[in-house]
């Protein structure tokens, strides 16, 4: 009889210590069995390995309404165990899609990949004056520039958005952003 059958054979006798001598001899192979389950789930799982073992070893191990180490469960061998690991781990993980598909979890919302453009960045009362100033200096030599800072800065449009609003490329929008970007840089910073 190997530790694990033996440990498994006194958890289900009863001993309140055979628990916690099973664990540190099962937790790799679990580790492992778990790291398996996760690597079949879609992108974005958010549960980790570890707290995936812990999960199934408690389900495992202890019972509702019962000491730690006091299960009704009944295993026959280390084979038989691990076979319960499985499905415990398959449930927890079934359990926690359930979850998420709720609404309260954003049930039926998709993730949106986020675009750092898009985030305005609170800006004080000077440096919005400075900006003005330069985008006055800019639209003197360059309006279609300036008028793309316009679109981007303060109504919050995208290169894509913005191209098709002053009907030009995607890539001149581009261009151009980068050319307005270096151009309010070097304004900005002044001489020296």
């Given at each position: 009889m190997t530790d694990v059958s033996r440990i498994l054979s006194a958890i289900e006798q009863g001993d309140?210590?055979?628990?916690?001598?099973?664990?540190?001899?099962?937790?790799?192979?679990?580790?492992k069995l778990a790291g398996?389950?996760?690597?079949?789930?879609?992108?974005?799982q958010t549960l980790q390995a570890t707290a995936l073992v812990h999960e199934a070893y408690l389900r495992l191990v202890a019972s509702p309404g019962r000491e730690f180490g006091e299960s009704?469960?009944?295993f026959d061998n280390r084979g038989h165990f691990f076979?319960?690991?499985?499905?415990?781990?398959?449930?927890i993980l079934v359990d926690n899609a359930r979850r998420k598909r709720g609404l309260k979890h954003g049930g039926n919302r998709q993730r949106q990949p986020l675009d750092p453009d898009c985030i305005a960045a609170p800006q004080a009362a000077d440096d919005l004056l400075a900006l003005d100033e330069a985008l006055t200096r800019l639209a003197a030599t360059e309006p279609n520039v300036a008028e793309l800072v316009k679109l981007r800065y303060f109504a919050g449009?995208?290169?894509?958005?913005?191209?098709?609003?002053?009907?030009?490329?995607p890539r001149t929008a581009d261009a151009w952003w980068s050319y307005a970007k270096a151009w309010f840089q070097a304004a900005?910073?002044?001489p020296g």
């Open positions: 309140p210590h055979a628990a916690e001598q099973l664990l540190p001899l099962v937790y790799d192979e679990l580790r398996q389950r996760l690597a079949q789930e879609k992108q974005g009704d469960q009944h076979a319960a690991a499985a499905e415990a781990m398959r449930r449009l995208t290169i894509p958005q913005a191209a098709a609003q002053l009907q030009i490329s900005l910073q002044g």
